[in-house]
């Protein structure tokens, strides 16, 4: 019994040691991979380096295009456009960080990034040869430069247009507005503007997405992460510039955040993620959604809220994004002709996810809905290594009447 009692004794001295031993060893193991991820998560690291320089990954470049079914009573003013969305038309992705060049005196890198794609038809649905109607987006291009500068320079290009009986719609084949395509017509009133002293840095072909293969979308400055990981990442000049010029507040010409590849670690879901989208010519910011799952591993999924996009009446903050051509649009519509060519563009979720009802209703065909439309980064909270990402926009061209343009 004695022998019995002094193990029993024992082995309660023994686990009660092991306890006190896990309950301190907790905070110190939690400081021990604390330091490692800081070691590890920076821009000089090989690891780190290797697959940012090259995504070991693939990415999925899908387009849905929306075919206009009833473009006669569109220009009758009969009746509001409706909408069919064809697709997906998946492309593969690859990008390959150029040009790289450390900066040991601020712990930044500078790079360019460039893009390439490739058509891949079996995860596809259809061909590039296929046809929808669509707006005639060089015509309105040149619509939208005449209403805005010019007095005898607009009746004369107004004139030429409609000599060669240009149409407010026309056929054209997914290939052909998503890389391009020539418009002599276009081509030889973008002259004549230019003949007359009027400059207009506009390429010969037209796409939505014309210029973009095998090519970057700038010079990036950007912080390693070295010895602060907090800061890894973060966009500190773009073209070499620490602000956008596009916008008419300085907080809203702010670059903040990093490009959406790459965030800090040690996640909190109270974090806001800020992400530069130089499609959108802004910074943009995620909040914190719901817990997810990626391969079984635990994330968080942020997603981009309502307020982004809202007109400055629902969210004041947002009134440096209004432009003097358009006076404020609704909420879920972003104007960015600034920085596109004084191009019409529109920027919006698909479907005017989040948009004001009146521009979801203008149309028929709209079914917006967050799962499927919205934006979304699933982060991994101690790395911040970013799982899944689903960046989603919709283009829209902006169609108003001109003066002198049938």
């Not at 006190?20 to 690291?45: C, D, M, R, T, Y």
Request: glycine share 6%; with cysteine; net charge negative.
């Amino acid at each position: 019994m004695k022998r019995q009692c002094c193990c029993l004794t024992a082995l309660f001295v023994v686990g009660f040691i092991l306890l006190i031993a896990g309950v301190a060893f907790i905070p110190a193991s939690k400081s021990i991979i604390h330091n490692e991820i800081n070691e590890q998560i920076n821009l000089k690291n090989k690891a780190t380096k290797d697959n940012w320089v090259k995504n070991p990954t693939p990415i999925k470049f899908q387009i849905w295009a929306w075919n206009l079914t009833n473009p006669d009573e569109v220009k009758a003013g009969t009746g509001k456009p409706t909408l069919v969305q064809r697709g997906p038309y998946t492309y593969i992705e690859n990008r390959q960080k150029v040009a790289i060049k450390y900066n040991d005196d601020n712990k930044t890198v500078t790079y360019r990034e460039n893009k390439f794609y490739s058509f891949d038809r079996a995860n596809s649905n259809g061909t590039e040869a296929d046809e929808i109607v669509t707006v005639n987006i060089p015509l309105m291009l040149i619509a939208n430069v005449l209403k805005k500068e010019f007095g005898v320079l607009q009746t004369l290009a107004a004139a030429l247009l409609d000599w060669a009986n240009e149409d407010l719609f026309v056929t054209l084949s997914i290939k052909d507005l998503v890389w391009g395509y020539d418009e002599p017509l276009i081509n030889k009133t973008i002259s004549l503007i230019n003949s007359l002293g009027f400059h207009l840095n506009i390429s010969d072909k037209f796409g939505i997405f014309v210029g973009t293969n095998g090519t970057d979308d700038g010079v990036y400055n950007i912080m390693t992460g070295e010895g602060d990981s907090s800061q890894f990442g973060i966009i500190k000049t773009w073209n070499f510039a620490p602000n956008l010029t596009f916008w008419t507040s300085h907080t809203c010409n702010m670059l903040n955040g990093t490009d959406g590849t790459i965030f800090h670690p040690f996640m909190e879901k109270s974090d806001v993620l800020y992400v530069f989208s130089s499609d959108l010519c802004r910074s943009i910011y995620f909040t914190y959604l719901r817990d997810n799952k990626q391969k079984g591993i635990d994330v968080y999924r942020f997603t981009t809220p309502p307020d982004v996009f809202q007109s400055p009446t629902d969210n004041p903050a947002n009134q440096g994004y209004c432009t003097p051509s358009d006076n404020c649009f609704p909420s879920g519509l972003l104007n960015v002709e600034n920085c596109h060519f004084g191009a019409p563009l529109i920027f919006s979720q698909p479907h005017f996810l989040n948009a004001d009802p009146a521009i979801i209703h203008g149309v028929n065909g709209m079914h917006p809905n967050l799962e499927e439309h919205g934006t979304f980064i699933d982060v991994e909270p101690y790395t911040g290594a970013a799982f899944y990402a689903a960046k989603k926009l919709q283009i829209n061209i902006l169609l108003e009447k001109v003066d002198h343009i049938e």
